[in-house]
């Protein structure tokens, strides 16, 4: 296995049902998350921990959605809490306190996650929350991390910072948050920090035109 370790764990894997009508089974599955890669191993008893065989692998960079999945009807104790990676790779943690942790350190690692997903499980050819049959859809749920700067920001600006911000940037800021990964709408938040300080103060609308908005900086930085 690799070093470095950053988080290690026998989870509950979901089967990826390579034929549309093949019945969904369930195996448990030694995840390994370094720094480089995800990578969950044949796990038994009789198995030795030192020549487990390695049954998939994503590279981290090659991520882009870590997020959790709505529950299906009926769902059993033992699968309460699941989690996706990259839409396809359904997990399943043994609480809830558990799954926060797979997905604050995948999120941790990552910062090219998009700001789509699917809520919902890829079952028997189609996503059950869009209907969508093609395993590389696009999402159709907003990444609710992506909805902070609207539902955080947004209310606490001033109407003299938001008659420039509605005039001068946020079409582009909509456009980047719908369509771009996370980590760019992040890069770009930071220029529009600066850009609006001094529009601001181009224009005289601000006392203090050398600062921001707390919740702006807070954003930002995250």
Avoid at 33 to 59: A, C
Avoid at 63 to 81: D, F, G, K
Avoid at 117 to 128: A, D, E, I, P, V
Wanted: glycine fraction near 4%; charge should be positive.
């Amino acid at each position: 296995m690799e070093k470095k370790i950053i988080l290690e764990e026998l989870l509950l894997k979901k089967s990826q049902q390579k034929r549309k009508m093949s019945p969904a089974n369930y195996k448990k599955r030694l995840f390994v998350l370094t720094k480089t890669s995800l990578s969950y191993y044949e796990y038994g008893k009789e198995v030795k921990t030192h020549f487990l065989k390695k049954k998939g692998s994503i590279d981290i960079e090659k991520i882009r959605c870590v997020e959790t999945v709505n529950l299906e009807e009926s769902t059993p104790p033992a699968r309460q809490y699941p989690f996706q990676v990259n839409g396809l790779l359904y997990v399943y943690a043994p609480d809830e306190e558990r799954r926060n942790k797979w997905l604050a350190a995948l999120h941790r690692e990552n910062t090219n996650l998009l700001s789509k997903y699917h809520k919902r499980f890829f079952t028997n050819g189609r996503f059950l929350c869009c209907n969508q049959t093609c395993k590389t859809a696009p999402g159709c749920t907003t990444w609710e991390k992506c909805n902070v700067f609207f539902c955080f920001y947004l209310p606490s600006l001033s109407d003299e910072y938001f008659d420039t911000l509605n005039a001068s940037f946020l079409p582009e800021i909509i456009m980047r948050a719908r369509y771009c990964a996370v980590s760019t709408l992040y890069l770009f938040l930071n220029e529009f920090r600066r850009l609006l300080v001094e529009t601001c103060r181009a224009q005289g609308k601000i006392a203090c035109a050398g600062e921001t908005p707390d919740s702006l900086s807070l954003l930002a930085d995250r």
